[in-house]
């Protein structure tokens, strides 16, 4: 049974930064493709940053292209989801996914199957 668990979240100022972690456990990162995904309140689930599991480099939404980069560390058996330039429209739950290997669908929510608790990211203006 794979299990992850988000930290890393809190409050930040407009324009600054955090760096959100993911530790997987009951599984190798290295063979699972990870996904971030975010829910603000009243809005529907929505894919942030997805890396596969035989990928360097990750996917991003629009909204966050070049501000946020996933990234993994098979020794540490983590993903983390560096976020910088953040925005007031950034605040969220921030959930880490993970599933076995796969190549398709990275940010499709319901393509999942491991999910974290959700760890809070707060942007004040």
């Known amino acids: 049974q794979v299990q992850v668990v988000e930290s890393g979240g809190g409050l930040v100022q407009a324009g600054g930064s955090l760096r959100l972690s993911c530790a997987a456990s009951?599984?190798?990162?290295?063979?699972?493709?990870m996904g971030w995904f975010r829910q603000a309140p009243g809005k529907e689930r929505e894919f942030v940053a997805a890396i596969s599991w035989i990928g360097v480099s990750g996917n991003y939404a629009d909204s966050v292209k070049g501000r946020f980069t996933i990234s993994r560390d098979n020794a540490k058996n983590s993903v983390y989801l560096q976020m910088n330039g953040l925005k007031p429209e950034d605040t969220a739950v921030y959930y880490c996914?993970?599933?076995?290997?796969?190549?398709?669908?990275?940010?499709?929510?319901?393509?999942?199957?491991?999910w974290g608790q959700g760890t809070q990211v707060t942007v004040s203006s």
């Open positions: 009951g599984r190798t990162v290295g063979s699972l493709s």
């Open positions: 996914a993970a599933k076995a290997r796969s190549l398709t669908e990275l940010a499709t929510w319901a393509k999942y199957d491991y």
